[in-house]
């Protein structure tokens, strides 16, 4: 059954209402999104697709925490994320949201494992950081890749490797922008399979932005934007 335009559920994660988020580019305004609504609720797979310039990017931003409406509001568990300072959103980045990439932006001088430790690099837990990274490239079936480097790995595996470092903070979201764009159909579709083991593992909410209808139809949800505006599709 689809859902109405702007669904939301009752046990949102992160939601937003009435979103509009404008850029100024010299003495033009351009209304990147116009008034939507959208929640993302724990454990569900959510896909966003449309063309380019629907407004995908900008909705993948003020998921992450990366930018904030230009009216209307965003709350996750309950807090407007507009009130949030600088510091208090990077925090608030690393405590609940997870990343992956297209491109896997991993450090080429770093092993898998060290890889998957960036995030945590900082905090002072050092034994249980590693128990944790080694822990997750297990569960992503590179337990017998932990000390090898990226030029030493195959795309596949790259993109594993960025899956696992996504959950090294526990998220209660992760956000993948095109995770299987650089993939070939076969290994893209091992990746999507490995969000729905990790899902239900993890209990981790996986928005995927991407303009392929195929990696689409691996979710729960799909979100279509165009133009800036929205519709629910089942």
């Known amino acids: 059954m689809a859902h109405p335009v702007g669904y939301v559920p009752e046990d949102a994660v992160i939601e937003g209402h009435d979103v509009v988020k404008e850029y100024r580019t010299g003495d ?31 909705l993948l931003n003020l998921l992450g925490l990366l930018d904030v409406p230009t009216s209307g509001s965003v709350t996750l568990y309950g807090e407007e994320t507009a009130e949030f300072s600088e510091a208090e959103r990077t925090q608030k980045r690393k405590e609940v949201i997870g990343f992956v990439f297209q491109s896997f932006f991993l450090i080429p001088t770093l092993t898998a494992r060290e890889n998957v430790e960036m995030p945590r690099l900082l905090d002072r837990t050092p034994k249980r950081t590693r128990e944790r990274a080694t822990e997750l490239l297990e569960r992503v079936g590179l337990g017998d890749r932990l000390d090898h480097y990226p030029d030493e790995l195959s795309g596949g595996q790259k993109q594993r490797v960025a899956v696992a470092r996504s959950l090294i903070n526990d998220p ?10 650089n993939l070939d159909r076969k290994t893209g579709d091992q990746i999507l399979d490995l969000f729905d083991e990790l899902r239900e593992m993890e209990d981790v909410a996986v928005v995927t932005v991407t303009h392929d209808d195929y990696v689409a139809d691996a979710a729960d ?13 089942s």
């Open 28 to 58: 033009q305004v351009v209304r990147a999104l116009k008034g939507i609504d959208f929640g993302i609720a724990s454990g569900e797979s959510v896909a966003v697709v449309g063309p380019s310039g629907s407004g995908k990017s900008t």
């Open 172 to 181: 209660a979201l992760v956000l993948a922008d095109e995770p299987t764009g």
């Open 221 to 233: 949800r799909v979100v279509r934007l165009i133009d800036g505006t929205l519709r629910e599709e």
